[in-house]
């Protein structure tokens, strides 16, 4: 079984992926970093192909990345919004969400360019899109981690103790 890591941009996923693959020495996967090593730049797949077509790439990822057993996976802040990622994601492991305050998630990304569904009024954009999800990160979570007002360190041994006490990473794969 796996260990996914979901929630808004900016709420740690990827940095707690790094952590938790140092804890269990097990390998991690960032789906977004996998999509770029295929495709290129994501603001520029978003720029000249569309955000359909970044979710195909999302999707394909996520399928290639879940078939493999043991490990975490951190998941771009959208992949949750696709029922079919829902689906092989749970099927693959239990889903951790990162819960944080959008006020948090402002102050992390005040000036970042890198993320094409915030850029302009990136404050209402994040307002607007934390309004649609919240709801479907709570719905999918097996687990909600709230990070507000913690380091990284202590945002990695909460979810530690989760994957400790539910034996997530030990046990074989969900069918
Ligand atoms: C997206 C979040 C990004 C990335 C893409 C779309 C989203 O990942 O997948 O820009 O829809 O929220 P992070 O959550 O890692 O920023």
């Given at each position: 079984m796996n260990v996914i890591l979901a929630g808004m941009?900016?709420?740690g996923k990827s940095t707690a992926a790094k952590n938790l693959s140092n804890i269990f020495s097990v390998p991690y996967f960032d789906t977004d970093a996998e999509i770029e090593l295929r495709h290129g730049n994501i603001a520029k797949i978003f720029e000249t192909l569309g955000e359909e077509k970044f979710r195909q790439f999302e999707t394909e990822v996520i399928e290639e990345v879940c078939k493999k057993n043991g490990v975490i996976i951190s998941v771009g802040g959208?992949?949750?919004?696709?029922d079919k990622n829902v689906k092989i994601l749970k099927n693959s492991g239990k889903i951790i969400y990162l819960k944080t305050q959008t006020q948090t998630l402002y102050s992390r990304l005040?000036?970042?360019?890198?993320r094409p569904l915030l850029s302009g009024d990136t404050k209402q954009n994040l307002l607007n899109l934390y309004e649609k999800r919240a709801a479907q990160y709570e719905g999918c979570a097996d687990f909600t981690v709230s990070t507000d007002g913690l380091s990284a360190d202590e945002v990695a041994n909460k979810i530690k103790e989760i994957i400790i006490q539910n034996d997530i990473l030990n046990s074989g794969t969900k069918e």
């Amino acid at each position: 079984m796996n260990v996914i890591l979901a929630g808004m941009p900016a709420s740690g996923k990827s940095t707690a992926a790094k952590n938790l693959s140092n804890i269990f020495s097990v390998p991690y996967f960032d789906t977004d970093a996998e999509i770029e090593l295929r495709h290129g730049n994501i603001a520029k797949i978003f720029e000249t192909l569309g955000e359909e077509k970044f979710r195909q790439f999302e999707t394909e990822v996520i399928e290639e990345v879940c078939k493999k057993n043991g490990v975490i996976i951190s998941v771009g802040g959208g992949s949750l919004t696709v029922d079919k990622n829902v689906k092989i994601l749970k099927n693959s492991g239990k889903i951790i969400y990162l819960k944080t305050q959008t006020q948090t998630l402002y102050s992390r990304l005040a000036g970042d360019k890198s993320r094409p569904l915030l850029s302009g009024d990136t404050k209402q954009n994040l307002l607007n899109l934390y309004e649609k999800r919240a709801a479907q990160y709570e719905g999918c979570a097996d687990f909600t981690v709230s990070t507000d007002g913690l380091s990284a360190d202590e945002v990695a041994n909460k979810i530690k103790e989760i994957i400790i006490q539910n034996d997530i990473l030990n046990s074989g794969t969900k069918e």
